[in-house]
């Protein structure tokens, strides 16, 4: 037996464990990335092997949030992609003004930066008044600095320059205010986010929405996993509502794609159809 296929028994083991103990099944997840991301957890760690992660996550609940903050993937920035964010503002925030009340998704939003692009996106477009923006993620720790809202300096110029790309209508230092260091996104966006843990592997629908927002969350995902949490989305979504996927991530080869059309392919954003079933 090679020693990449003693590894691929031990992340199976260790994956399995980490389900039957804690009820995270990452099971279903790519496979090589997964590989690559619980052997990086064992050198953390500073375990020889991913074998002895087991005893690990099975006895030492301790050990949990340092699973968690390095098998999920908590990578994000300010208007990431500035061409799907101007695409949202210039072809779906007019169908959703036409909503009284809007409720929206951001699953998978890991530290937070993508669900403050989107409710600054709101705020330029005249919606955020009447928005609730659901953030959600399986992480806690990435949650838990979402809510705090503060990010370093060090990407405020980058964040400002991706706004502006974006078709941002005000000065990006306008939704935030700056410290020693850091900076902190202003409260009037914060009281329009609601953050809660939430798996879609295994949790079910979260709320009905008339957006829901989920980029380069199942690039990691299994296809039948993609599947099940497209055919969630979709659960999730009011008639006539959309779906945004990131960049390397498509319905075209899932059940799913028969209940939505293409708004803008390119940008990935989609809209459930209206004669489905609520």
Known sequence: MTEEELLDIEVALFLEALFRRHGYDFRQYAKASIRRRVA?????????????????????????????????????????????????????????????????????????????????????????????????????????KAEDGIFPMSILDDSAHRHRESGGRRPFGDYCVTGSGFFRMDQRLRKHIVFAHHNLVCDGVFCEVQAVLCRNV????????????????????????FLCLGTRENLRHSDASQGFSAIDRESRIFRRSEDLPP
């Not at 210039?90 to 909503?99: K, R, T």
């Not at 009447?130 to 838990?144: F, G, M, W």
């Open 40 to 144: 990086g957890l064992a050198d953390v760690a500073g375990v020889p092997s991913v074998a002895e992660l087991i005893p690990l996550v099975l006895r030492d609940p301790s050990f949990l949030p340092e699973v968690l903050t390095n098998i999920s993937v908590p990578v994000t920035e300010m208007f990431r992609d500035p061409p799907i964010f101007k695409a949202l503002r210039e072809q779906v925030m007019p169908v959703l003004a036409s909503w009284p009340r809007l409720k929206l998704w951001q699953a998978g939003c890991a530290t937070g930066e993508e669900v403050y692009s989107l409710a600054i996106l709101l705020d330029e477009e005249g919606l955020l008044e009447r928005s609730l923006i659901y953030a959600t993620d399986i992480n806690d720790v990435a949650l838990k």
């Open 218 to 241: 199942m690039i990691y995902f299994e296809r039948e996993l993609q599947d099940h949490v497209l055919r969630l989305f979709s659960a999730s979504l009011v008639r006539g509502g």
